[in-house]
């Protein structure tokens, strides 16, 4: 159902009015996931950067040790970045004042996942054939 037009310029007074108020914008911007995961990327890129300025310094002055400390920085570094931008592309939605997983906001999401999905098979089974 269409806004009528003074529904629809209450709307865009609102939205221009939260557009200015830039403690609300930054409100908004620190807790969107997406803009984490953008930082996380540029860190990723500037580590694997620098891994791989260590690895060549490394080679270049013949300290293989040194080498493989740049190389697995790299690897590491890569690996922080694809982390980072698949959570950036599929963000975790979370509830107002709490968590979108009742462990927290870390660790176990997937595995909570799973086990949410095999709780919700069980409960959804069929009744049949029950000794009882």
């Not at 865009?12 to 914008?25: N, V, Y």
């Not at 930082?39 to 580590?47: E, G, K, L, Y």
């Not at 709490?98 to 799973?114: H, K, L």
């Amino acid at each position: 159902m269409p806004l009528s037009e003074h529904e629809q310029r209450l709307f865009e007074q609102i939205e221009r009015s939260l557009a200015e108020d830039s403690k609300f914008a930054s409100a908004v911007r620190s807790t969107d996931p997406r803009y984490h995961a953008r930082r996380r990327v540029a860190f990723a890129v500037i580590a694997v950067l620098l891994g791989l300025a260590v690895l060549i310094y490394g080679v270049a002055i013949r300290i293989p040790l040194l080498g493989v400390a740049g190389f697995v920085v790299m690897l590491g570094s890569v690996a922080y970045g694809i982390q980072a931008f698949r959570r950036g592309r599929a963000p975790e939605l979370k509830i107002v004042g709490g968590s979108s997983t009742g462990r927290g906001s870390r660790g176990g999401s997937r595995r909570n996942g799973i086990v949410s999905r095999l709780e919700d098979r069980w409960r959804n089974r069929p009744e049949g054939d029950q000794a009882g």
